[in-house]
T-cell receptor, first 115, second 112 residues
Framework: GAVVSQHPSRVICKSGTSVKIECRSL??????MFWYRQFPKQSLMLMAT?????????EQGVEKDKFLINHASLTLSTLTVTSAHPEDSSFYICSATGQVRTEAFFGQGTRLTVV | QKEVEQDPGPLSVPEGAIVSLNCTYSNSAFQYFMWYRQYSRKGPELLMYTYSSGNKEDGRFTAQVDKSSKYISLFIRDSQPSDSATYLCAMIRGGATNKLIFGTGTLLAVQP
């Protein structure tokens, strides 16, 4: 299957700081990338959809000013959690799909802990 | 009613058993169907991808889609302890969107 690399895998930050998470498609052009949040023992919750070169589309209830998404190229999308608070602590996962491949491939996930 | 329904389990089976995982859906617009396996604290891994009714086999895994009944299944033969994970079904409507709609996931434990 295709490879999607997500970095970092784990990050601990202080409350009030910002954290950037990168998602790269290594062997295909990702026209669409998705960002999810997952709480323990729960399924993935879609936060936003980003198409290359366009503004991200956020799901209801997700603060776009807090979760900044950039998808400037066909291989890279970033999620920045701004002014992080302990309630933002979670597992964040990206996935990518291409024009040719409709199935989605996931990154390894990033465990964010805000202290 | 959720668009995709999946029994969360947990499902516990002995090693070597045949495992049957299922999802039902309500929207007939779904065209693409996937099964993902997710180990604890890891991203989901794509296991099977189908886009038509019928069966698709890959090693010990068989995916089955019945569009008329809006029902999909994943069968795991000769289950192994390493198969212990959460299994998520996912669907795409197709068209302009590639947005995945997930089931809640079924937690599977294969006992040695």
């Amino acid at each position: 299957g295709a490879v999607v690399s997500q970095h970092p895998s784990r990050v601990i930050c202080k409350s009030g700081t910002s954290v950037k998470i990168e998602c790269r498609s290594l062997d295909f052009q990702a026209t669409t990338m998705f960002w999810y949040r997952q709480f323990p023992k729960q399924s993935l919750m879609l936060m936003a959809t980003s198409n290359e070169g366009s503004k991200a589309t956020y799901e209801q209830g997700v603060e776009k000013d807090k979760f900044l998404i950039n998808h400037a190229s066909l291989t890279l999308s970033t999620l920045t959690v701004t002014s992080a608070h302990p309630e933002d602590s979670s597992f964040y996962i990206c996935s990518a799909t291409g024009q040719v491949r409709t199935e989605a491939f996931f990154g390894q996930g990033t465990r964010l802990t805000v202290v | 009613q959720k668009e995709v329904e999946q029994d969360p389990g947990p499902l516990s089976v002995p090693e070597g058993a045949i495992v049957s995982l299922n999802c039902t859906y309500s929207n007939s617009a779904f065209q693409y169907f996937m099964w993902y396996r997710q180990y604890s604290r890891k991203g989901p891994e794509l296991l099977m991808y189908t886009y038509s009714s019928g069966n698709k086999e890959d090693g010990r895994f068989t995916a089955q889609v019945d569009k008329s009944s809006k029902y999909i299944s994943l069968f795991i033969r000769d289950s192994q302890p390493s198969d212990s994970a959460t299994y998520l079904c996912a669907m795409i409507r197709g068209g302009a969107t590639n947005k995945l709609i997930f089931g809640t996931g079924t937690l599977l434990a294969v006992q040695p």
